[in-house]
């Protein structure tokens, strides 16, 4: 059982403070992604964890230890880096094994464990090769292989997988699930992606600027964001966000464009407050090309700029309120650029955001 | 097809003034140090011959017959002066090399006040000749009693090489991602272990490459090993050539021989070193 807990971690780069205080409890054999920018702090968050970073304040609790001042040694952890980190003057075999003959087990003990792991990354082929003579995608895969030999505790991953091609990304994405189902292992995963982290996360940490802004399972981030940053780094196109103001019964909008209050706002906000309306562009979309709307709706008459065909479904850029919109078409048919279509918006998935402090209404 | 044979033409004849070219450069850089092994297998007519003799003939042995001689034959104390080159070269190579893996390290990896101004001052050393020093060095040593030993000169070679090899091993680590010996912490070493484990490993050529040229400046060094050393006993092999000179005349032909025993180490360490400094640096444990 290792759970990790941090208590009001700070973190100090001489007078600048890069991580503010933050809190988090991650459970036995949760699957954490810690998303964010780059920038925000992710990786000093990751590395504290893993005792590369000195901490500034705070504590942090594997397992049932406080391990603060701890080596990395001794917190029966493994990493895998960015860059991989692969020991370049060993073969793949002497890789996998390098942490077990430190450990000074004995060779049998290491050769069964190297081969375990080996076979579940399907790296056989490849066990006498030095790193240098594998492909990026082999790679990232010893060193996963690296990591999980010594059946740690906690595996820390640092953005592994954005060095690879974009086809290679998400076939290792799904391979880093299946290793998690397969090693029941507590996981805290780091990534600007935010593909990444709706895909693999039991439980998403979204973080800006050293602070923790919203965590939560993917769906409840991507339904109900705690604010604007959230809701348009989170999803893919971004929430869609048209700045306004609440009227009588109404919210008004520039150009004259005047929509109904959607009904769970309806007693939140008062008279002559300035708003944000947050949409997704799958709560837009046009009129025979959109799903079942059950509740509120409006209609909103649209010219579409640029039509994008993906296929199954068509992304649509338009301008409303003097805002860029991106709505979607369902089933779609080709569109002209300049064409004027009716959009019927879905009230009931539309966020408010307070237009000063940026936060969800709800 | 006209077109075809004459940019055919064209990159033969750049072929071959590109060889011609490659001819003539190694001739002058190794012509002086043929010369230098011929004579010493020549009888001093043939050396001091004008025009020269350009054809080698009546080769022998004799400049290396007399040299290993008694002293009444022109003979010179070759294996003293070599081990003591021998003594001195090794041992102040294999200092320097490991202040020079302590300080490369730490310039690399640390981050301290004063890094770049210690950094520039370390190589600012290397700046002010060498002989300039022999007469303040002279002083010193003899003043504490260490002038015409091992131990004086193998202090002024490691003084003299260690900014150097600080240099050196300093780019070799930076070249290595910090992330190596992190991952090795991971896995279970201390520092201490990740470094002799996982960095030094890596930066190996590194190490040998500094190695060599360390070793390559005390054993060819003359200058002040002429001033500091007097007798037998500390003499280096550079200084020994002097023994050809006497006051009237110059055994060239013992000179050369001499040079020659003191070119053969260094051409073999070099080949040996050499293979380590090509295959060595084989990186792509990280992202390529
Ligand atoms: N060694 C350091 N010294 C000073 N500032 C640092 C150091 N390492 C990281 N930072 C700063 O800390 C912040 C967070 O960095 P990091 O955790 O690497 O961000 P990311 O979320 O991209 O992984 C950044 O603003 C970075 O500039
Ligand atoms: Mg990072």
């Keep these: 059982m290792a759970q ?72 029966n952890i493994s990493m895998v880096f960015q860059n991989y980190a692969l020991y370049p003057h060993m073969t793949v075999r002497e890789n996998l094994g390098f942490s077990l003959k430190i450990a000074k087990r004995d060779q049998t003990e290491i050769d069964k464990s190297v081969d375990e792991a080996s076979k579940i990354l399907s790296l056989e082929d490849y066990m006498d090769r030095k790193p240098g003579a594998l492909s990026g995608g082999q790679r990232q895969r010893v060193a996963m292989g690296r990591a999980i030999v010594r059946h740690p505790d906690v595996f820390l991953f640092d953005e592994p997988l954005s060095n690879l ?198 | 097809m006209n077109i075809n044979r004459l940019s055919k033409l064209k990159s033969f004849f750049l072929k071959v003034s590109h060889h011609v070219t490659l001819f003539i450069a190694m001739s002058i850089i190794c012509i002086p140090g043929l010369w230098i092994v011929l004579n010493s297998f020549r009888p001093t007519v043939d050396i001091m011959a004008k025009p020269p003799v350009w054809v080698p003939r009546g080769l022998n042995l004799d400049n290396y017959r007399a040299m290993f001689g008694g002293a009444g034959e022109g003979g010179v104390p070759v294996m003293q002066y070599f081990t003591n080159s021998l003594i001195i070269s090794c041992t102040s190579t294999i200092i320097a090399l490991f202040v020079g893996m302590a300080g490369g390290y730490a310039f690399a990896r640390f981050r301290f006040k004063g890094k770049n101004a210690i950094f520039v001052g370390l190589l600012l050393t290397r700046a002010v000749p060498g002989v300039a020093l022999s007469l303040p060095l002279f002083i010193v040593m003899a003043k504490t009693g260490i002038i015409d030993t091992h131990f004086g000169l193998i202090l002024v070679y490691v003084a003299m090489n260690v900014p150097f090899t600080i240099w050196l091993i300093d780019g070799f680590f930076r070249q290595i991602p910090p992330d190596l010996a992190e991952a090795a912490e991971i896995d279970g070493c201390t520092r201490w272990q990740a470094f002799w484990k996982v960095e030094f490993p890596v930066a190996k050529a590194g190490v040998a490459s500094a190695g060599i040229f360390a070793f390559l400046t005390s054993w060819n060094e003359y200058a002040l090993a002429s001033q500091l ?45 050499q293979k380590h400094l090509i295959s060595g640096l084989t990186f792509g444990g990280v992202k390529g």
């Design chain 1, 4 to 75: 990790v807990i941090l208590k009001n971690i700070v973190k100090n780069y001489g007078k600048l403070e890069v991580v503010h205080s933050i809190n988090l409890d991650v459970a036995h054999n949760e699957f954490v992604v810690l998303v964010g920018p780059s920038g925000c702090g992710k990786s000093t968050t990751l590395r504290m964890i893993a005792g590369l970073e000195s901490i500034s304040g705070g504590e942090i609790i594997i397992g049932d230890n406080v391990v603060n001042n701890l080596p990395p040694r001794d917190r």
């Design chain 1, 165 to 362: 091609d974009a086809k290679l990304r998400a076939q290792m994405r799904v391979e880093i699930k299946k290793l998690h189902q397969k090693i029941q292992t507590t996981i805290i995963y780091v990534t600007h992606d935010q593909v990444e982290a709706m895909t693999l996360a039991d439980r998403i940490v979204i973080m800006r600027d050293g602070n923790i802004e919203q965590q939560g399972s993917p769906t409840q981030v991507f339904e109900n964001p705690i604010n604007t940053f959230v809701a348009t780094f989170i999803g893919s196109p971004p929430m869609n966000l048209l700045p306004g103001r609440v009227g009588k019964n109404m919210l008004e909008f520039s150009g004259g464009l005047i929509l109904p209050i959607p009904i769970d706002f309806k007693d939140i906000v008062k008279p002559g407050q300035d708003i944000i309306l947050g949409f997704r562009a799958d709560h837009i979309m046009p009129v025979g090309h959109d799903l079942t709307i059950d509740g509120d709706s409006a209609m909103i008459e649209m010219s579409v700029g640029v039509s994008e065909p993906l296929g199954t479904e068509t992304l649509l850029y338009t301008q409303l309120a003097g805002q860029e919109i991106l709505a979607k078409m369902l089933r779609p048919r080709i569109v002209q650029d300049g064409e004027t279509l009716t959009f019927n918006l879905d009230l009931g998935q539309c966020n408010l955001f307070d237009a000063v402090t940026q936060r969800n209404l709800r």
């Design chain 2, 229 to 273: 050393t007097r007798s037998t006993f500390s003499k280096t092999m550079p200084v020994g050539l002097r023994d050809f000179t006497s006051e009237f005349t110059i055994n060239w032909g013992g000179m050369c021989a001499l040079a020659v025993l003191l070119i053969i180490p260094a051409l073999i360490l070099t080949f040996i070193v």
